[in-house]
């Protein structure tokens, strides 16, 4: 009796912890492999697309206005974007550069994009009425581009669905009255359903972002891994699309297989992103002017130079980018959007070389003043970009001198002399050797920020 007992104890003990325990097993040089693809690409395109596009007052609008679901209800109703056309989105996704797209599925206003068997809040029963995923990867896919989903944890409308501090009904005490007896197991039960639909039903998904944890805070309830049960979640994933490359947001950071990209989010790192010491891969997202969503009156736009040179310093410190657009409620990239894009592409076609496959450059090679470097280890090329151009006709690189074959321009590829002589200071009045020096032109080429592209000995 004791002895099953025991069994039954032991059993019990070892299910629990194998419940914690994530199935996915590979080396890190099988995770290389997994996410080359990724690396390589170095640019993708963001997507947040839902009702508050209608708002056009930021994704947040229901939180930050304290909306109940019944007064968000209108924009439901005139959901109907009828010029949208994700052929036009995906060419200008891939005119600008982009490798591959993340778009919401569903953002933390809860409404769907798709055509959900699991709830009535969806698109196909807007005015709209068709599914937007289907037509949205299919031209994607078509221009060459790969597909990601994002997918909120957080959900504002389902009604199993434990009301947080960042819940918009959280001030109201009768709403949270009623709330009281609300069951999270249920909730999960529908993530897991529609993460099924959504990584079965539109074809290889190539990554997933799933947002997001936020622990409890003075007192006030927060979310984690417990409450989205991060672990199942992400064992199905794994399962249903074990090539899927998946974001950090499950509160799983210490958990081998819970992650496999760090998201710093509209922040530039000051260098390449360390989890426990070492460099890990990593992804900035960023918006053109501070909201997600669609947002009419707000203005603080990035200019193309200023979005260029984040790309560059993104790619610099072996990061990637992924820049935001927030299509308008009639299914269009506004202006603003649409000249930026086509900015960066303009660049893009010229100095894509400098951006593909490539990472931070070796130690050895000090980044001149008012430079960014990027490198790739397969060509061995060097980049130099060069943010203000030196009015003298000369750029000195330390730490370059003997390492280097030829260098050009790369907009023209029009030679870039090296300068034999080891260079001289008048005020040091000695030779620096490890110096390398080049002759540029006095003028600037006519690019918004030039690079020269060093072939490696
Ligand atoms: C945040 C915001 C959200 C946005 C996301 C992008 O978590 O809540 O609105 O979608 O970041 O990374």
């Not at 004791?2 to 629990?16: A, D, E, Q, R």
């Not at 490359?245 to 992650?259: E, K, M």
Request: hydrophobic letters at 35%; charged letters at 30%; one cysteine or more.
């Amino acid at each position: 009796m004791k002895k099953i007992f025991l069994f039954f104890v032991i059993f019990g003990i070892f299910m629990s912890l194998s419940a914690e325990i994530i199935n996915f097993k590979e080396t890190p040089s099988q995770k290389e492999k997994r996410m080359e693809w990724w690396r390589k690409a170095r640019f993708g395109m963001f997507i947040h697309w839902g009702l508050y596009s209608l708002a056009a007052r930021h994704e947040w609008v229901k939180r930050n206005e304290r909306m109940s679901n019944q007064e968000y209800r209108k924009y439901f109703e005139h959901f109907n974007p009828d010029l949208y056309n994700p052929v036009e989105w995906a060419r200008l996704a891939k005119e600008a550069g982009m490798k591959y797209v993340v778009i919401t599925a569903k953002h933390h206003e809860g409404f769907c994009l798709w055509d959900s068997k699991y709830t009535e809040y969806k698109v196909t029963n807007t005015p709209y009425g068709k599914d937007i995923l289907k037509s949205f990867v299919k031209a994607f896919r078509k221009e060459g581009l790969r597909v990601g989903f994002y997918y909120s944890l957080l959900d504002w409308h389902h009604p199993d669905y434990i009301p947080d501090r960042n819940h918009p009904m959280f001030e109201n005490k009768d709403f949270m009255k009623k709330a009281k007896n609300r069951d999270m197991n249920k909730y999960v039960r529908y993530m897991m359903n529609q993460l099924t639909e959504l990584l079965t039903e539109y074809g290889r998904i190539s990554s997933l972002f799933l947002d997001y944890s936020f622990p409890p805070k003075n007192g006030k309830r927060g979310k984690g891994r417990n409450d989205w049960q991060s672990v199942k979640l992400i064992n199905l994933v794994r399962k249903l699309q074990p090539w899927i490359i998946v974001d950090d947001r499950l509160d799983l950071l210490d958990t081998p297989g819970g992650w496999d990209y760090r998201t710093p989010e509209q922040f530039m790192p000051r260098r390449w992103i360390t989890y426990k010491g070492k460099k890990v891969p990593w992804e900035t997202c960023q918006t053109f002017s501070g909201s997600w969503g669609y947002y009419r009156d707000e203005y603080t736009w990035k200019s193309v130079r200023q979005l260029i040179i984040m790309l560059i310093e993104t790619v610099s410190k072996g990061g990637n980018l992924l820049l935001n657009v927030g299509p308008t409620a009639r299914g269009t990239f506004d202006k603003r959007a649409v000249d930026r894009l086509k900015g960066i592409g303009k660049w893009m076609k010229y100095h894509e070389r400098s951006i593909y496959g490539c990472t931070e450059a070796p130690r050895e090679f000090k980044k001149p003043d008012n430079c960014l470097l990027t490198y790739n280890p397969e060509t061995k090329r060097l980049y130099v970009h060069i943010l203000v151009w030196p009015p003298l006709g000369r750029l000195f690189l330390d730490g370059f001198a003997g390492k280097v074959e030829y260098a050009q321009l790369l907009n023209d590829a029009s030679e870039v002399q090296i300068i034999n002589e080891p260079y001289w200071t008048v005020v040091e009045r000695k030779f620096s050797k490890d110096t390398l020096v080049l002759k540029l032109p006095i003028k600037k080429p006519p690019v918004e920020i030039p690079v020269i592209e060093l072939f490696l000995k």
